[in-house]
């Protein structure tokens, strides 16, 4: 990718994150085994799965957080710093890997699957612990955008249920959420 487009990964990925981060510092000590709308996961369970993308994507897990047992939110910024720091650094940020989408570097990785990732628990963790579940609405628009084409690929392999039906007037956010498998 070139440099503008690192740089939009890198924007993209900060701007994602910091509003994870502000769900993940409002979580209060008695709400991390709150039930989550992702079936069979609590509060602490989306922190533990953003944390395990930081091993999918870079090769190695985040450098130097603590475990999501013992602190999720320090866990989660490990994570995040670690991704950040990657996409930092132009040999990390254009290594290339075998993924889901085909062989691409880091940084395409993580702007085709880690953007649109902690978007989607931003609002699950929202959900889970009663908190503002509003996202970011041009990241919205993108990943809605670039998941309806690849609607039955994305039901295979259980990593997203049947589409939830909603109201056609619905708005985009609700639509995108819904069509996650999600019930808004």
Known sequence: MTETASSTTAERYRKVAAAFTERVERVPADAWDSPSPCEGWVARDIIRHIVGTT?????????????????????WKAARDTILGALADPAIAGKKVESPAGTRTIEEMIAIFGVGDVLIHTWDLSRATGQDDTLDADEVNRLFTFMQPMDEMMRQGGAFGPKVEVPADADEQTRLIAFTGRTP
């Open 55 to 75: 091993e999918f994507f870079l090769g190695s897990p985040a450098k130097g957080g603590p475990s999501v047992d013992e602190d999720p939110v320090g866990a």
